[in-house]
């Protein structure tokens, strides 16, 4: 693997490699031992700039749960997605990038009142539901909720 650079986190910066390349280097290494993940962010900005151009009227919302990386909270940032949050610590973390509480949505099936009292006094305004149940539980502790 040529033109390689390792940061404090594990991450590899590899130039005119694939990620299929990446990952044979790795398993025929013989050093490997634990489980690890390729991702290219390069793939994921084509593929959301390709969704964008598809269907344009579209908000797109980041789930979180699916990469919560730095580098790709700052890519989905960066091309004006907004946030799919699903906790307390979710939440935290987008925010700390400084990323607007109007661009998060409150997503997850089962809130606590405190998980709802958190999403509201961090400014959160979203939210969504799946019961009848969730939705009155969201007008008892949350009535401002869109």
Not at 3 to 19: G, Q, Y
Not at 41 to 48: E, G, H, M, Q
Not at 66 to 83: E, I, Q, W, Y
Not at 96 to 123: C, D, H, Q, Y
Request: glycine share 4%.
């Amino acid at each position: 693997m040529a033109n390689k650079s390792i940061s404090a986190n594990n991450i590899l910066v590899l130039d005119n490699e694939t990620p299929e390349d990446v990952a044979k280097a790795m398993i025929n290494s013989g050093n490997q031992k634990e489980p690890f993940y390729l991702f290219c962010l390069d793939d994921a900005y084509r593929r959301i700039q390709y969704f964008k151009k598809m269907m344009p009227r579209i908000q797109i919302f980041y789930a979180m749960k699916a990469n919560d990386s730095d580098h790709m909270l700052k890519l989905a940032a960066t091309l004006g997605l907004g946030f799919d949050c699903a906790s307390p610590g979710e939440i935290s973390k987008v925010l700390k990038l400084n990323i607007s509480p109007l661009s998060i949505i409150f997503a997850v099936p089962t809130k606590t009142p405190e998980w709802m009292s958190f999403a509201r006094e961090s400014g959160i305004k979203h939210t969504t539901f799946d019961t009848s149940y969730e939705l009155k539980k969201i007008k008892q502790n949350w009535p401002d909720a869109r």
